[in-house]
């Protein structure tokens, strides 16, 4: 049981955030409630007011349960790489849905996640298939950076060594090239240019109706 007048750890805001978190994904609390009751945990000095935060709360799953990760707003953080356990469940709240296809582009805090359905070697990625992983010459992810002047970032990049799979190449509403870390891993580096007054990029044979 808490001591009420014992300071709060670190340990101790984390640990009632994430019941919150847990609260506010099974609707038992709503998003409004959560800020407020996160912002008062947080702001914590003792643990006894933290007790009143999850006081009207049921306890946590028990440890049956599958290993839950949890991104609401910003709160959650992975540094490095690290192996989901063999039950693991991810869920996302929070989120504001900039654009719905094409690519999907959902907005995360001041981070933006964008979400394509993947397929077959265009002309700046030529022989590369993006698909679930595969060995050879598949990727499922990459990183996406968004720069101002493309141009100039492929013509200083290259300069300094960076290894472009194609110059950029315009594809209406974004222009766009694809480069290789150290490592092999594919970054794409894109500019928006069509896609900011409402162009969208056209749509695959494969991804129409029928």
């Known amino acids: 049981m808490a001591e009420p007048d014992l300071r709060a750890s670190d340990d101790d805001r984390e640990r009632t ?36 935060l999850t006081a009207d709360l049921p306890a946590t799953g028990s440890a049956q349960a599958p290993l839950h ?9 992975r540094r490095g ?9 991810l869920t996302c709240i929070g989120g504001t849905v900039v654009l719905d296809e094409n690519p999907c582009i959902v907005r995360l805090s001041n981070s933006w996640i964008i979400m394509n359905p993947g397929g077959p070697p ?27 002047d493309i141009d100039a970032c492929y ?34 580096v894109g500019q928006s240019t069509g896609l900011l007054s409402g162009q969208l990029a056209a749509k695959r044979p494969e991804d129409l109706p029928g």
């Open 81 to 89: 790489r690290f192996e989901l356990a063999p039950r693991s469940r």
């Open 17 to 52: 955030a994430d019941h919150l978190r847990q609260a506010a994904e099974q609707g038992r609390i709503t998003m409004d409630e959560l800020e407020e009751r996160l912002q008062a945990a947080y702001a914590a000095r003792t643990q006894g007011e933290l007790v009143p």
């Open 69 to 77: 990760h949890r991104a609401i707003g910003s709160r959650l953080e």
């Open 155 to 188: 013509r200083e990049w290259s300069a300094r060594g960076a290894t472009f799979l194609t110059p950029p190449i315009d594809r209406g509403a974004e222009i766009r090239c694809y480069m290789r870390d150290p490592d092999g891993y594919l970054i794409e």
């Open 122 to 148: 265009t002309p700046d990625k030529p022989d590369i298939t993006v698909a679930d992983y595969e060995p050879g010459n598949t990727t499922s992810i990459f990183l996406n950076l968004r720069v101002a």
